[in-house]
């Protein structure tokens, strides 16, 4: 009830006050959740007001507005890809000068609406590259040598019964093909060196330091690859990357990995193709409507599915918190950011 | 040309069955009912003078007792022990394997089964099918591969191929071998459990046999303990079973990846519910590449023994390593090689001989030769090319022989490492000092001193006699030289 409501958030915003009072140390607007000892760190430095607090009921932009009405209000916020920064964010807290994300991607800031009022964005830099690009070798691996299917073969008692799991397919010597050469994308670039791949990759520009094959579009690079992996970012332009076109030019024998966004993929025509043959295989960490996976897939052996966990490590968890404490440090000392993000950086 | 009969021990693969059909005489074993296999068998013993098994299904002593015409086993595996090998020797049976072409597939493996045990991979894949992911933020913490310390068990083909992959991540690595190996990067651990003390991850690369029987042990697994993982790529029997499963199921080890078990196809079941564990059927060479290539190797090798040709991939013999591959090395080279020794070499270039192996340094060779053979001009960069790094690479037990030049050895350092018991032996025709001959050497036994006869036959030395007149009379008469030395 509104009476309620209104009470919750003059108790809130006195709390609030209170907090700040306390006075030091620059406040910071905590916008996700964080565990212990990521909390006890910002507390250490900051005066954190927390979102996830316990007992903070408010939602997500009512708290935000009584973060931003306090004396000395936070300059600079902590978010997650859950928290779209906007103009409506950011009209409902102006003291913010700087957004730092954790998140991987940059697709839930508006960048130029940033730049427009002045606001630094810091993201999470190479954080998680190192388990991303781990990951997508391991689904790989998982696709081309069937490790999760002839798992479940051996699991139901199978391999006794049936006997020999059918072949997988050679790693060594594929051509593979990364849309999006950046930290990630150069990371599993050398990974798959060592199993003997051929690398090209498709990037906005080529780069001059590698001397893979560039591809001016991914239609070309799929057409001359035997696994495609996405490793780009989400934006206007990587929506739907890898289409029904990309698909068919990869082949019959052609494998996808997807550890970029669902929507970098046509979900629906990645779907077909696999129930037609048309593409060997594919694994997905990522889907379009998470926490949703095509039911179609359960039944495929030639799928490995997984649960948007490629960044997921205890020792990313521990980068990520130094990584945020160093921006958020540089921020408040006045130093450049450790990872700031420019609106031009928009596509990969 | 009679056709050669080929006992086919198990249905491994379809292609190697078809061109065993078609090229050889093909007897099928399972073919014969169960209770009847001993009759089958006595039935067409005296067709039957190949077999061709696998890791699983090999010639054993009594596959080999009722085949009395049997003249080799061809190995559809690299790992053979499930071949008597005494047996063989004593009957004069050959034996190949199919090393080299599964190595990568094999190695591969052994690295996706370190991801996906240390990452959760397949575990997710489950969670998934079975519907549980309801919730965005729904997920566990794993722990990161790259930057893990590597443990390998045996650096061998396989092993080394797995290091260098997992080089890629940042991975230091260390290993246990049999002796050093010449790999300065790579630290070395004079036993297993020191080995397994000091990894993340410890990975299971060597050959069975019986001195590595359970050498993965409780001990072992301890030292690895509850944040290691074993993975395990090599042969079931290397690891204690029932230890591992306990080990496993009691939290004292972390995780374990196995594409291999003591009683294939029973994986232990124990296992089967724990979340900890990657548990594969013996696929690590199992793509259709690599299978093409391991039978073709099968073909090849039973083609030329029918032939009456140099076998390809020999087992049986004495690795013999070669310095140098002119005309004297090639002809010791086809003289082992009569002997199914197979052969390796070392010299400046690589030379186009597919049959044998090159090692870009005398090092690598002597570290995979059972018998180093010194075959080589001499010069400023070939004096003293066994030296002592190149002595203590030679396996235990090794051979030299030297009928090149007394100082292409390091006459101090052989004779050290001879009476210190550290090389097996040596044969030597060549003396840093000649006719001196370190007393040393006189009351070993395993040493064999000839006075520099390697020429000294009167055949050869007439040829070589006429060789230096026919070169001063070309020289006198103002004629092109026989052999001139450019």
């Known amino acids: ?348 | 040309m009679e056709s050669l009969g080929v006992l086919l021990l198990h249905p491994m693969n379809a292609y190697l069955e078809q061109e065993l059909d078609s090229r050889f005489r093909l007897f099928r074993f399972w073919d014969s009912p169960p209770d009847g296999r001993a009759e089958f068998l006595r039935a067409n013993s005296s067709a039957i003078r190949a077999v061709v098994g696998n890791a699983g299904y090999n010639a054993d002593a009594a596959l080999i007792d009722a085949l009395p015409s049997l003249e080799i086993v061809a190995s559809f595996s690299v790992g053979i022990d499930r071949v008597d090998l005494p047996k063989c020797r004593e009957r004069g049976i050959r034996v190949t394997n199919t090393p080299d072409v599964l190595t990568d597939d094999v190695a591969d493996l052994a690295v996706g089964l370190a991801i996906a045990a240390l990452r959760k991979i397949p575990q997710a894949d489950r969670y998934v099918r079975a519907g549980l992911w309801k919730a965005k933020g729904d997920y566990t913490l794993t722990t990161r591969f790259s930057g893990k310390r590597v443990a390998i068990l045996g650096l061998g083909r396989i092993g080394l191929a797995i290091a260098k992959r997992a080089e890629a991540f940042g991975c230091s690595i260390s290993y246990h071998s049999r002796s050093e190996k010449p790999f300065p990067n790579y630290k070395f651990f004079t036993n297993v459990v020191d080995l397994a003390a000091n990894c993340d991850v410890l990975i299971v690369a060597c050959s069975l046999n019986a001195e590595t029987h359970h050498m993965v042990n409780r001990k072992v697994m301890d030292a690895l303990g509850p944040d290691g993982v074993l993975i395990n790529i090599g042969r079931g029997a290397l690891v204690d079973e029932p230890e591992l499963v306990s080990a496993l199921l009691e939290k004292r080890l972390g995780a374990a990846g196995l594409d291999v078990f003591e009683h294939e196809p029973f994986a232990p079941e124990q296992l089967f519910s724990l979340d900890n564990v990657v548990l594969v059927p013996h696929v690590g060479s199992d793509t259709e590449e690599t299978c093409k290539a391991m039978a073709d190797l099968v073909l090849k090798n039973l083609e030329a023994h029918a032939l009456n040709k140099p076998l390809l991939t020999p087992f049986s013999g004495k690795r013999v390593g070669i310095i140098g591959l002119g005309r004297i090395g090639l002809a010791i080279a086809t003289r082992v090689e009569a002997f199914d020794c197979p052969v390796n070499y070392y010299q400046r270039t690589k030379k186009d001989c597919p049959s044998y192996t090159y090692y870009p340094s005398v090092v690598e060779l002597a570290a995979n030769s059972d018998i180093l053979v010194v075959a080589c001009p001499l010069n400023e960069q070939t004096r003293h090319i066994v030296n002592r790094e190149v002595i203590e690479a030679l396996v235990p037990k090794g051979l030299l022989i030297n009928i090149g030049r007394g100082p292409h050895v390091d006459e101090p350092e052989l004779v050290s490492a001879l009476v210190e018991g550290r090389l097996g032996g040596a044969g030597l025709d060549v003396f840093e000092d000649e006719p001196n001959v370190p007393e040393a050497l006189f009351a070993l036994d395993n040493v064999v001193l000839v006075p520099h006869v390697g020429s000294g036959t009167h055949e050869t030395r007439q040829a070589m006699a006429d060789l230096v007149l026919g070169n001063l009379e070309a020289h006198v008469l103002k004629k092109p030289l026989l052999t001139p030395v450019v």
């Open chain 1, 1 to 348: 009830n509104r009476k309620g409501v209104a009470l919750l958030a003059v108790v809130a915003t006195l709390k609030l006050a209170t907090m700040a009072a306390a006075g030091g140390k620059p406040a910071v607007l905590l916008l996700r959740p964080v565990d212990a000892p990521f909390a006890a760190a910002l507390r250490d430095r900051f005066r954190v007001l927390d979102l996830y607090a316990p007992g903070q009921a408010l939602p997500a932009l009512a708290f935000v507005a009584a973060a931003a009405a306090v004396p000395e209000p936070p300059r600079a916020t902590v978010i997650w890809g859950g928290v779209r920064v906007d103009a409506s964010f950011l009209d409902a807290a102006p003291s913010l000068r700087c957004v730092v994300s954790t998140a991987a991607g940059l697709d839930h800031i508006d960048l130029a609406e940033c730049a427009r009022r002045g606001v630094a964005v810091a993201n999470s830099g190479e954080v998680y590259s190192t388990d991303v690009a781990d990951y997508a070798v391991g689904l790989l691996l998982d696709v081309l040598r069937r490790v999760s299917a002839s798992e479940r073969y051996v699991r139901r008692g199978s391999w006794a019964a049936q006997g020999d799991y059918p072949l997988g397919s050679k790693l060594g010597g594929k051509r593979v093909g990364i849309i999006g050469l950046g930290n990630i994308g150069s990371r599993i670039a050398k990974r798959l060196e060592a199993f003997g791949c051929i690398i090209h990759y498709n990037s906005r520009k080529p780069k001059d330091s590698v001397s893979y094959k560039y591809f001016p579009n991914v239609h070309e690079l799929a057409a001359e690859s035997d696994v495609l992996v996405v490793a780009c970012a989400l934006n206007k332009a990587t929506r739907h990357i890898v289409n029904k076109d990309v698909l068919e030019a990869l082949g019959k024998d052609g494998v996808v990995v997807n550890i970029g966004r669902g929507a970098n993929i046509d979900e629906a025509e990645l779907v077909i193709a696999l129930r037609e043959g048309k593409i060997a295989g594919a694994g997905l960490d990522v889907f379009e409507h998470e926490p949703k996976v095509p039911a179609e897939l359960f039944s495929m052996e030639n799928v490995v599915l997984s649960r948007h966990v490629a960044v997921l490590t205890e020792e990313s968890r521990s980068d990520l918190r130094a990584h945020t404490i160093g921006n958020l440090e540089a921020f408040f000392s006045g130093q450049p950011l450790l990872t700031p993000v420019h609106a031009d950086s928009l596509a990969q």
